[in-house]
């Protein structure tokens, strides 16, 4: 029976490296073979010609870099003291109040007032959910408006 503790190496080495310097310090292969038992008649010895056949991979693995982020996130970008781009436009563009087109200005499709009556069906089991306790505030303000839509 094995017991636990000190194994000396078969073949020491020296201390290993840091990072992409370290190296096995105990003499064994890279990697072992790994064969499971039982299985099929001839099985094991197909197994173990795979192994044998394929190279194991050599490369230290580990510390590879970072990708490569973009190279600058703030091109295109217009300060706040730079002059409008588009000084024809008024501020209250694509909002329903003040001069300018409201929101069919955006172009937006009208889809969002269509879901929200298909959703006031289901207004009681809605209401169940937002009052439970921890119920997002998300979820309580849905209610608040459908309850006003109804």
């Given at each position: 029976?094995?017991?636990?503790?000190?194994?000396?190496?078969?073949?020491?080495?020296?201390?290993?490296?840091?990072?992409?310097?370290?190296?096995?310090?105990?003499?064994?292969?890279?990697?072992?073979?790994?064969?499971?038992?039982?299985?099929a008649?001839?099985?094991?010895?197909?197994?173990?010609?795979?192994?044998?056949?394929?190279?194991?991979?050599?490369?230290?693995?580990?510390?590879v870099?970072?990708?490569?982020?973009?190279?600058?996130?703030?091109?295109?970008?217009?300060?706040?003291?730079?002059p409008?781009?588009?000084?024809?436009?008024?501020?209250?563009?694509?909002?329903?109040?003040?001069?300018?087109?409201?929101?069919?200005?955006?172009?937006?499709?009208?889809?969002?007032?269509?879901?929200?009556?298909?959703?006031?069906?289901?207004?009681?089991?809605?209401?169940?959910?937002?009052?439970?306790?921890?119920?997002?505030?998300?979820?309580?303000?849905?209610?608040?408006?459908?309850?006003?839509?109804?």
């Open positions: 029976m094995a017991s636990g503790g000190y194994r000396k190496p078969a073949s020491p080495a020296p201390a290993s490296g840091p990072g992409a310097l370290s190296r096995r310090t105990d003499g064994g292969p890279a990697q072992p073979q790994r064969l499971p038992s039982g299985g008649y001839g099985e094991r010895q197909n197994l173990e010609q795979l192994q044998q056949g394929g190279a194991m991979s050599q490369s230290p693995g580990g510390d870099g970072a990708p490569a982020g973009p190279a600058d996130v703030t091109e295109g970008l217009i300060g706040f003291g730079e409008s781009q588009m000084a024809d436009q008024p501020l209250t563009e694509g909002a329903d109040a003040g001069a300018g087109g409201g929101l069919e200005a955006l172009g937006l499709p009208n889809q969002p007032a269509e879901d929200a009556t298909r959703l006031i069906q289901y207004l009681p089991v809605l209401e169940h959910m937002a009052n439970q306790p921890g119920a997002s505030k998300a979820a309580r303000n849905l209610v608040r408006q459908l309850k006003g839509m109804a």
